[in-house]
């Protein structure tokens, strides 16, 4: 697992799927789970799964042709807990869950967005993607070098390609 973090607007999801493409070229299995500080329904009122949950369920989970949906209240134990309920797979990236300090973190910086890095104040980070350079010796890529952030993932996770 490694996780990607940075403020609203910087392009987290943008170098993810960007990430996952490159990775999958290298014939990885990649999974992807991500963090919202905003509450907010994700399943739709009045459809069997809301009901249910309405009912009292702890958890529903809807399986169609091509698709799964787990709904319920959120898992205690962060990314590591809701990473146990995917398949599995070669790596998992992770969008946010910024208090989980144990995980390898991917600081995703813009300056029109902040004019401050988080790898500043905290060691947990061993890369940044950044329009301008990192404020301290660290792995720094554009957001176009992709390829070169997959690399430097794939040495450090022990990952190879299939």
């Given amino acids: 697992m490694v996780a990607f973090s940075g403020p609203s607007g910087a392009g987290k999801t943008t170098i993810l799927v960007?990430?996952?493409k490159e990775l999958r070229t290298r014939?990885?299995?990649?999974?992807?789970?991500?963090?919202?500080?905003?509450?907010?329904?994700?399943?739709?009122?009045?459809?069997?799964s809301d009901l249910l949950l309405r009912a009292g369920a702890a958890?529903?989970?809807?399986?169609?042709?091509?698709?799964?949906?787990?709904f319920g209240a959120p898992r205690p134990g962060g990314a590591r807990a809701l990473a146990r309920l995917l398949p599995r797979?070669?790596?998992?990236?992770?969008?946010g869950w910024k208090e989980d300090e144990?995980?390898?973190?991917?600081?995703v910086?813009?300056?029109a967005v902040s004019r401050e890095f988080a790898c500043a104040r905290s060691r947990g980070f061993i890369a940044v993607v950044s329009d301008e350079p990192a404020p301290r010796d660290i792995p720094t890529f554009a957001p176009g070098?992709?390829?070169?952030?997959?690399?430097?993932?794939?040495?450090?996770?022990?990952?190879?390609?299939?």
């Fill in 18 to 20: 960007a990430l996952v």
């Fill in 27 to 48: 014939g990885l299995r990649v999974a992807a789970i991500k963090h919202s500080g905003h509450p907010h329904g994700f399943d739709v009122p009045g459809k069997d």
């Fill in 59 to 70: 958890s529903v989970a809807v399986q169609g042709p091509a698709q799964l949906a787990v």
């Fill in 89 to 95: 797979v070669d790596v998992v990236l992770v969008e």
């Fill in 102 to 107: 144990t995980l390898p973190r991917v600081e």
């Fill in 109 to 111: 910086h813009r300056r």
């Fill in 145 to 162: 070098e992709v390829r070169a952030l997959a690399d430097l993932l794939c040495g450090r996770l022990g990952l190879t390609s299939t």
